[in-house]
């Protein structure tokens, strides 16, 4: 890697860094792109050089999350190639998904609280719901038998995970990731005694 490649990505992530830590304390729409600069002790130049305002800034580091996310989803539901091993695998799947969340927590917290951008929770949901219905349209098996609408089936699955996760982070991570998938396991197996 050249040396100007890597200075770009240090520069890079010490504006992305500093933004977060002015997030932390202010609300995203009363940020400056002058409050990042001074923060980063960097040139309004520097910065524009890198991104086009605070929302191409947020953009990307949402964009970079979702990224992630979807590959940690991706690499598990690979793993998956029937019914039966699908399943047998919801528990992994949720372990490393919980697991992916703890790590991002600092973000995530960010993101959610009141000083996030608004509309967070629809694009991190939208986002998730992309990435379950990518996976599940490479299983025919798997949705050959599903008997409700896609969109339908979509929804539950996704609101009520992101439910898990949001009520996770507001207790402050109160249970661990194992603990959590536990949770989450004897959620499904109970609505699928009913």
């Known amino acids: 890697m050249s040396i100007y490649i890597e200075k770009n990505k240090r520069t890079k992530q010490l504006i992305q860094k500093s933004f977060m830590q002015i ?7 009363s940020i ?14 520097t910065f524009y050089l890198h991104y086009i305002d605070k929302f191409d800034l947020i953009d990307h580091i949402e964009q970079q999350l979702f990224a992630d996310l ?15 091993s699908f399943e047998k ?5 949720a372990s ?24 967070f929770h629809l694009r991190f949901r939208a986002a998730f719901t992309e990435k379950v219905r ?25 609101s009520a995970f992101l439910g898990l996760i949001e009520q996770w982070i507001q207790n402050g991570l109160d249970k661990t990731p194992q603990e959590m998938t536990i949770i989450y396991i004897e959620i499904i197996s109970f609505i699928q005694k009913k």
């Open 32 to 45: 400056t792109v002058g409050d990042i600069t001074k923060y980063a002790e960097i040139n309004r130049g």
């Open 134 to 158: 990518a996976n599940l349209g490479k299983n025919e098996s798997y949705t050959a038998n599903l008997t409700v609408p896609m969109e339908y089936f979509l929804s539950f699955i996704t």
């Open 89 to 93: 695998g919801q528990e992994q799947i």
């Open 70 to 84: 979807g590959n940690h989803i991706d690499k598990l539901q690979s793993r998956y190639t029937s019914i039966q």
């Open 96 to 119: 490393t998904l919980f697991s992916f969340i703890e790590m991002q927590l600092p973000t995530l917290k960010i993101f959610f609280s009141e000083h996030g951008r608004s509309g």
């Open 23 to 29: 997030l932390e304390k202010k609300s995203f729409e």
